[in-house]
């Protein structure tokens, strides 16, 4: 199981980043993904997730209504869109997957099994 997260970068407060997270080796139709993310000094924190049937998703509190997960199980891939962008948005954003049909709204990285490389995310002047 290989995930490789992408499409992160430099952006201004207010602007937005589309990641996506890439599966090889593996067929994503049976797996939960989610979204996590890392600032300097701080703890991996869930940003978002998705059943693997898109029919549920859940977000942090701190993205409800700015960021947006999707997935396109025929190109083996999951997308967040990230818009409005803030500061406190920087960090490093990882995606994860787990043989699940459901993902908890918890969005606990310990409910996560296989974890692809980061992308950067720096939003600031």
């Known amino acids: 199981v290989q995930l490789q997260a992408s499409g992160g970068g430099l952006v201004h407060p207010g602007g937005s980043l589309r990641l996506s997270c890439a599966a090889s080796g593996f067929t994503l139709d049976y797996y939960a993904i989610g979204w996590f993310r890392q600032a300097p000094g701080k703890e991996r924190e869930g940003v978002s997730c998705i059943s693997s049937s898109s029919d549920s998703t859940y977000y942090a509190d701190s993205v409800k209504g700015r960021f947006t997960i999707s997935r396109d199980n025929a190109k083996n891939t999951v997308a967040l869109q990230m818009n409005s962008l803030r500061p406190e948005d920087t960090a490093v954003y990882y995606c994860?997957?787990?043989?699940?049909?459901?993902?908890?709204?918890?969005?606990?990285?310990?409910?996560?099994?296989?974890w692809g490389q980061g992308t950067q995310v720096t939003v600031g002047q």
């Open positions: 994860a997957a787990v043989w699940s049909y459901y993902c908890s709204g918890y969005l606990a990285p310990s409910d996560f099994d296989s």
